[in-house]
């Protein structure tokens, strides 16, 4: 008894050691957790922040009105309101892009927005986002709210991997964008092109050989998933012109993933894979991982069947593709990427590209249609640079020779960047250079829009004007001001593809069609989604070019 009465008393003695230990533990995170909190305030409270609706909310729900002296001008492709009125925060629409114009105009730099106890940082200038763009992957990685949509896709690819394996992935990667490579893919470019093309001829002779008014982004999508299917997997699905399993499969993924950002109710995982767009999600991720999975695979087999000489000698007559060049690299331990590795980054190439260089080719037509003097430019430029051949093909060396057409192409990615924002949350302390600090843990919404509309970095950001990139004018700009593709360690890695396809397209379009407007349409309402597109489409007049067959 005494014993038992002795164990008892250390019992209730352990235990009480024990609850006091974990409330000295919850008090000593509790006491580091508001001191850092305080800290960030402090730093945070440097930043300008733009009136609240209240103290609770922060700008949720609000529409914020820029005051009268620093409403900016209508964007070109805007609606004619008189003053710039911004939407809540975070809708994807016209108003939300108007709402960054207002924003830029009075914070050239920065500001603060969303909710006073979970602020984001809004940056729209090289001064605050440079030191962002040139941190180290793992000082600075994507901010995992929204990519997080994407994981059961795509994986541990370039775009959603980090630290160590993203590293490791880019090194190994690198080799397959060169321009040894690249130059390979110049006769998929042409002929790619040429079936689009072929289709917008036919639609032209239906409507009497004049012009003929086109949506152009979906074909476009249909175009640059098809050029992407034959360079990364060799694989000739005629996407442009019959339905394609594989091809559908994608553009739904795309689609769903665009409507879960919009439903916060879908947003956990349990509860989306309860819904029917969940099921279809699960669906079309299936067939999409089948396709690439059955493509390496037995690329794999064949690979160890032969042997590694007498493999590379069965590909003599055709060009090495993505999957070629994925499987036979290797890092500096001599260790191969998985099967699973190669289908991650081939699944995150063709999602990344092809809505990216579709929306970028279908402003450059909106823009080239608005500015016919700059078009017929363009058209006299490639014209020129074809005159006397035998073949009307875009070659590897042209490419360099199109100046003005890149200046273009430059100007509208300015004008309407594909993709309109991407978010980074710090892991350490980033200081700027005005000794302002960018705490770690907040999340900063790197705005590529914001920044290419910034009066401080362009004159007149509404006004398409190719020669702001001509070479005296580009003198003494700062890298950081013309972000398309971002900057810094995690850079778009397809970027060299992605404009050498921009410019084949465009040669080829203008040396057999003439754009115009739609002036029987409204102007077109911006719709930034995963990639800037145009609510109801984006149309435009095509007429053949006289003498072109």
């Not at 014993?3 to 000593?28: D, K, N």
């Not at 006769?187 to 917008?200: E, H």
């Amino acid at each position: 008894m005494a014993v038992a009465a002795a164990l008892g008393s250390l019992g209730a003695v352990a235990l009480g050691t024990f609850v006091v230990a974990l409330l000295l533990r919850w008090l000593w995170d509790a006491l580091v957790a508001v001191t850092r909190f305080r800290a960030t305030c402090r730093q945070l409270n440097k930043f300008p922040i733009p009136p609240w609706s209240n103290w609770l909310l922060g700008h949720t729900g609000m529409g914020w009105q820029c005051p009268e002296d620093t409403c900016v001008p209508k964007p070109v492709c805007a609606p004619d309101d008189t003053h710039v009125r911004c939407c809540p925060q975070g809708q994807s629409t016209e108003q939300g892009l108007q709402q960054v114009d207002a924003l830029v105009a009075r914070y050239r730099h920065g500001c603060l927005w969303g909710l006073p106890w979970l602020p984001v940082l809004r940056l729209f200038h090289p001064s605050t986002l440079r030191p962002l763009l040139s941190a180290s992957a793992f000082v600075a990685p994507k901010d995992e709210l929204f990519y997080s949509f994407l994981k059961p896709w795509l994986g541990e690819g370039l775009l959603l991997s980090r630290g160590e394996c993203w590293a490791r992935h880019r090194r190994l990667l690198t080799p397959a964008f060169h321009g040894d490579v690249l130059r390979n893919y110049l006769g998929i470019f042409n002929q790619s092109t040429r079936v689009l093309l072929a289709k917008w001829g036919v639609a032209t002779v239906a409507a009497g050989g004049g012009p003929v008014g086109l949506e152009v982004l979906q074909p476009l999508s249909l175009l640059t998933l098809d050029t992407l299917q034959k360079c990364i997997f060799s694989h000739k699905s005629h996407c442009q012109e019959r339905p394609s399993e594989y091809i559908q499969a994608i553009l739904e993924l795309s689609s769903l993933v665009i409507r879960r950002q919009l439903q916060p109710l879908l947003h956990p995982w349990w509860l989306y894979s309860l819904s029917s767009d969940g099921q279809r999600f699960a669906r079309a991720c299936a067939t999409v991982h089948a396709f690439t999975a059955d493509v390496v695979q037995r690329r794999r087999r064949a690979l160890a069947r032969l042997g590694h000489q007498a493999w590379l000698d069965g590909q003599r007559g055709r060009s090495m593709d993505f999957i070629d060049l994925l499987l036979l690299t290797k890092d500096e331990n001599g260790h191969t990427l998985s099967d699973e590795d190669i289908a991650a980054e081939a699944d995150t190439f063709m999602f990344e590209d092809h809505d990216t260089m579709a929306s970028g080719l279908a402003w450059l037509f909106y823009n080239l249609a608005g500015h016919p003097e700059h078009q017929e430019r363009c058209r006299q430029e490639v014209q020129e640079l074809l005159a006397g051949r035998d073949t009307a093909d875009i070659e590897w060396e042209d490419l360099s020779q199109l100046l003005f057409t890149t200046m273009c192409i430059k100007e509208s990615l300015r004008l309407h960047p594909p993709v309109t924002a991407v978010s980074r949350r710090c892991t350490e302390d980033i200081p700027l250079r005005d000794g302002r600090i960018i705490p770690k843990g907040v999340t900063c919404l790197m705005s590529i829009y914001g920044t290419h509309h910034n009066p401080d970095l362009w004159p007149e950001p509404e006004v398409f004007n190719p020669l702001r990139f001509s070479p005296e004018n580009s003198k003494g700009r700062s890298p950081s001001s013309f972000i398309p593709f971002s900057a810094g360690p995690r850079n778009c890695i397809g970027q060299s593809f992605a404009m050498a396809e921009m410019k084949v397209v465009v040669a080829l379009m203008l040396s057999r069609f003439v754009l115009r407007r739609d002036t029987a349409r409204p102007p077109p309402r911006r719709k930034p989604e995963l990639i800037l597109r145009a609510e109801n489409g984006l149309w435009l007049m095509l007429e053949p070019l006289p003498g072109v067959a």
